[in-house]
């Protein structure tokens, strides 16, 4: 059987859930370097002009995703029915985001106000999870981001995240200039 | 000014906007002149909008605190050490958290356009593969039907520690009819009794009843109340033989 087909039905049927190389290896029976060749064929495959789909690396897993040269086209098929997040909810994700795990009383504490309706909404959007309880007083409960909020932000891991202490603009610039994750991991 | 709490995102984001229309640099600037300019729009604001959020007025109260030591300049008295969390305790503590909180709410910026880029392409979620997965199988286990029977007379003993052992409440009355005579009997043995002798039992109606029944005594001058000095025990004396 041609693997290089299975590896494509694969990145099909996951879909945004996406496959690790892992996933690849152990499903195809291949080694690592086998795996990493059969993705840059693909990769190579869709690079062409009239592909319409291409794989991304979005929160640690490989995903087929659509080219954002055609996402004029998408529009008009579906509208604008993007449904970004407010400030206070991207606040408190960077809070998480470079802190995590942490507990309400410290995001809080950074805020100056009340996040638990934010908490909340953010539990509610899979953007965050509860991942354990902390010693505190009171055992409260520790947030981390999950793998939902790297897709979100087009991530590959929490490692990617600018450095909170060196932003200003020319390093902002630079970092949507950043070649693709994947190029990386290939 | 013509600001509205709805444009900001709480008491720390009202405050970076107030350090950047003074065109002051946060490391230098003049922590009283800001809180006299928080605490002027705090009170210029409509009273039922601020009602939404408090957390404008715990900080707001905390300003005041602090430039209030400022002013008699006590930095360096240990305050009761406060763990709330929106607790400011100096004038380096406010600074520290704003330069934090500004930090956080600058990379948001990032965020928001990591967000719209990310939006340029689309996934699609996951195939539904359930028909391709085995059947579960629930009991593997060879359990038998007399597992079962034991395993729920196991749980009915269980339930039954659960119940109290039986108990019967009653409920014990006192009249001060009962009580003046009980006393009476005291003081037949010996003259005086302390007063605090008198309360045995520290139930709330044995305590009023007793007390009510000392009054009665005293007002038919049965007995007499003497106290040496104020504060000091007081001891019920019989009257006559």
Redesign the interface.
């Known amino acids: 059987m041609n693997l290089l087909g299975v590896l494509e039905g694969l990145l099909?049927?996951?879909?945004?859930?996406g496959v690790t190389l892992e996933d690849i290896c152990k499903t195809l029976n291949i080694d690592e370097s086998k795996a990493k060749e059969l993705l840059i064929e693909l990769k190579k495959e869709y690079e062409k002009d009239e592909r319409g789909i291409?794989i991304?690396f979005l929160g640690n897993a490989f995903?087929?995703?659509?080219?954002?040269e055609h996402?004029e086209y998408?529009q008009k098929l579906i509208g604008n029915r993007?449904e970004?997040?407010s400030?206070?909810q991207?606040?408190v994700?960077?809070?998480i985001a470079?802190n995590e795990p942490i507990t309400r009383?410290e995001i809080?504490?950074?805020?100056?106000?009340?996040s638990s309706y934010v908490i909340k909404k953010l539990l509610s959007k899979d953007l965050i999870k509860v991942v354990g309880k902390s010693d505190l007083p009171g055992r409260p409960n520790l947030y981390k981001t999950t793998r939902e909020f790297l897709?979100?932000?087009?991530?590959a891991s929490i490692n990617d995240l600018?450095d909170?202490?060196l932003?200003n603009k020319e390093e902002?610039q630079e970092?949507?200039r950043k070649k693709e994750k994947i190029e990386e991991v290939l | 000014m013509n600001l509205q709490l709805q444009d900001f995102?709480?008491?720390?984001?009202l405050?970076l906007h107030l350090v950047r229309i003074s065109k002051m640099d946060i490391y230098t600037i003049n922590i009283s002149e800001i809180i006299n300019q928080y605490i002027d729009f705090i009170n210029s604001i409509d009273k039922n909008d601020i009602d939404k959020?408090s957390?404008y007025l715990v900080?707001s109260s905390e300003l005041i605190h602090l430039k209030s030591k400022m002013l008699i300049n006590k930095n360096e008295e240990e305050e009761e050490n406060t763990e709330d969390?929106?607790s400011i305790k100096s004038e380096e503590d406010l600074r520290e958290?704003l330069i934090?909180?500004e930090?956080?709410?600058?990379?948001?910026?990032?965020?928001?356009?990591?967000?719209?880029?990310?939006?340029?392409?689309?996934?699609?979620?996951?195939?539904n593969?359930k028909e391709y997965v085995d059947e579960e199988k629930i009991i593997n286990s060879d359990v038998s039907l007399n597992d079962l029977l034991e395993a729920f007379i196991g749980m009915q003993k269980r339930i039954n520690f659960q119940k109290p052992l039986t108990t019967k409440i009653t409920r014990k009355e006192y009249s001060v009819k009962e009580k003046i005579s009980e006393i009476r009997n005291i003081l037949q043995k010996k003259k005086t009794v302390e007063f605090s002798e008198l309360f045995d039992i520290f139930t709330k109606e044995n305590v009023v009843v007793t007390f009510l029944s000392i009054l009665d005594m005293s007002k038919n001058s049965e007995i007499i109340l003497k106290q040496d000095k104020i504060f000091s025990t007081i001891i019920i004396e019989r009257v006559g033989k």
Do not use: H, W
């Open positions: 099909f049927v996951m879909g945004d859930e291409k991304s995903k087929l995703t659509t080219k954002k996402k998408y993007e970004t997040l400030q206070a991207l606040e994700l960077a809070i470079y009383i809080d504490e950074i805020r100056g106000i009340s897709d979100c932000f087009g991530l600018p909170l202490n932003v902002k970092l949507f | 995102e709480g008491p720390f984001d405050l959020s957390e900080v969390e929106f958290k934090e909180y930090k956080y709410k600058n990379m948001t910026e990032v965020f928001r356009t990591l967000e719209e880029n990310r939006a340029d392409y689309y996934t699609k979620m996951p195939e593969l």
